[in-house]
């Protein structure tokens, strides 16, 4: 229990330090885990899409993803990588990598 906690401190240690470089790559678009942006907002501009598709009788696609499945697929070398072509300090992707060694997480339905 108390490495746990121990891990979420220092988790949210190092997203505090990463914050304004990591928001300064996000695009406009993106929706989750995003500071002053609600999930409800973003819900609402799809309806809105959706609406106006039906109107002008536009065709539409729109993805949705399998978090379960997506999860199971990430390749945890590419992260290194992309960490360190946007220029995150090695330091950081260091412990970040430490946090990740023998680790797993699961979604449930």
């Not at 942006?37 to 609406?51: F, G, H, P, Q, V």
């Not at 992260?79 to 946007?86: K, S």
Request: with cysteine; hydrophobic share 40%.
């Amino acid at each position: 229990m108390l490495l746990s906690f121990l891990s979420k401190v220092l988790t949210r240690i190092i997203l505090e330090c990463l914050k304004d470089a990591l928001d300064k790559r996000l695009r406009p678009e993106q929706a989750g885990f995003c500071k002053e942006k609600s999930c409800t907002d973003y819900i609402a501009t799809l309806r809105i899409i959706i609406e106006q598709s039906i109107e002008w009788q536009s065709p539409l696609y729109m993805t949705f993803v399998d978090f379960e499945k997506a999860f199971d697929s990430i390749d945890r070398e590419v992260i290194w990588r992309l960490m360190n072509y946007y220029g995150i300090p090695t330091k950081f992707t260091n412990i970040i990598k430490q946090l990740y060694d023998d680790s797993s997480c699961q979604v449930h339905n």
